[in-house]
């Protein structure tokens, strides 16, 4: 999930490094973790936090205390539905929880009619969208359905099996089939929702929120940062008021130290512009996702700040 904000880190970085290119390949997790710890990349895109057996396989490219990860970007996940005649619609995990299990099949069912009094709801039949491919914003979404007894199947990076929705291969299919589809609903990160769907209200708590980039920013602010000897660690706020706490976390994972200082030099500058105002601005506006907290980033450039040269 991390192309769209490599991209935009990347052609701003570059035009400061102007004799510098990067180079990125959008494998996953488990590709680019491998390259860093082969010596065939300088950072790691990941959609997790390094764990401590991920750091140990660093330690042959990174030295002996291994690599660290910090996060970089949130990228909100909104719930998206085709029905035109449906404005401001608001939907609760144990709503959403109904919806994707099969239980609730009609626009117009009373557990949705409950939470949104005077709109005139059709009758027409609901189409769950998902992908089949496993992937971290699945594992958000069924993580947030989580929240509601009525939901069974537990968090996961892989949607269960439906019988009356409509399953794609590949989250980049699941916009085009919610369009084609009347009553159609998906949860889809807000890059790919653009300006052609419109997005439930949904819970965290107190209230409904919208997604937005700013309902994104206060949420992000209520996260909880800690430092562990993976790196930083950013978690969103499972309730909020006014925050819209539904979100991806990714991170890049750096070594502790490089073969030489030219080296060095430049994996810091990355990961330090990646960090800053001038980098966060940057993916916010060209590539639809969140920052951190300043807690999370303050802590992230103090240890990006520790990179070294190998003795």
Not at 175 to 200: Q, W, Y
């Amino acid at each position: 999930m991390q192309k769209d904000p490599i991209g935009a880190w990347s052609s701003a970085w570059t035009k400061k490094n102007n004799a510098t290119s990067l180079n990125y390949s959008p494998d996953g997790h488990d590709v680019g973790l491998s390259a860093l710890a082969t010596g065939q990349a300088y950072f790691a895109a990941l959609d997790a936090p390094l764990t401590v057996e991920q750091q140990d396989r660093t330690k042959a490219a990174c030295g002996p205390s291994g690599a660290f990860s910090v996060p970089v970007s949130i990228t909100s996940i909104g719930v998206a539905f085709n029905m035109p005649s449906i404005r401001s619609l608001k939907l609760t995990p144990a709503v959403l929880a109904g919806i994707f299990s099969g239980e609730i099949t009609r626009w117009d069912a009373s557990e949705i009619a409950g939470l949104n009094p005077g709109l005139t709801l059709p009758s027409t039949k609901i189409v769950p969208v998902t992908a089949t491919a496993p992937s971290a914003e699945t594992t958000a979404s069924t993580k947030y359905l989580s929240g509601a007894p009525e939901w069974t199947a537990g968090v996961s990076a892989v949607w269960p099996k439906s019988e009356d929705g409509i399953e794609v291969k590949k989250l980049s299919d699941v916009g085009s089939k919610v369009d084609e589809t009347e009553g159609a609903i998906a949860f889809m990160d807000l890059g790919s929702i653009g300006g052609r769907f419109d997005t439930a209200l949904l819970s965290f708590g107190d209230g409904f929120i919208r997604i937005s980039k700013d309902s994104a920013a206060v949420a992000a602010q209520e996260g909880a940062t800690r430092t562990v000897p993976t790196g930083v660690e950013f978690t969103l706020p499972e309730t909020s008021a006014q925050g819209y706490a539904l979100g991806v976390l990714s991170y890049q994972a750096f070594c502790r130290s490089y073969k030489n200082a030219q080296l060095t030099t430049l994996v810091k500058s990355w990961g330090k512009f990646v960090l800053s105002p001038d980098g966060q601005v940057a993916s916010t506006y060209f590539a639809n996702v969140a920052s951190p907290s300043e807690a999370a980033l303050r802590e992230s450039n103090k240890l990006i700040e520790t990179i070294g040269e190998a003795s």
